[in-house]
Structure formats: C-alpha cells, structure tokens
C-alpha cells in the first residue's frame, strides 16, 4: 500500500510541476542581460530558478 500510495505522489507531483517558460534577464550584471532566457536554455547544467522581490 505505501508504494502506491508513493508512486501515485510522484505520478502527480510530475503532472503538477513547475513547465518551461522564458523571461527576459534584467540583471546587468549577466552574460545574457536584455535576453529572453528560460530553464530550457541550461539544459544538463544545475538551474536555481528565483523569483525575487524588492520592496
């Protein structure tokens, strides 16, 4: 029962999960500075995504 019960959580945590998307890099200090960039670009490289927010 609790392999189901685990394999029907990682069934839906997939289906759940954060999908592709592309923003434009507002860092000036970036390589890629004024570019439409996304996680798809750093395909087999470690990719820590953040969001940010200055008040």
């Not at 392999?3 to 999908?19: D, E, H, N």
């Not at 592709?20 to 395909?43: A, C, H, K, R, W």
Request: charged share 15%; hydrophobic share 40%.
């Amino acid at each position: 029962m609790t392999k189901l019960l685990l394999g029907g959580l990682l069934i839906i945590s997939g289906i759940l999960a954060q999908g592709d998307f592309n923003l434009e890099d507002v860092n000036p200090n970036s390589d890629t500075y004024g570019q439409i960039i996304g996680p798809d670009d750093y395909l087999g490289d470690i990719c820590i995504v953040f969001f940010g927010h200055e008040y």
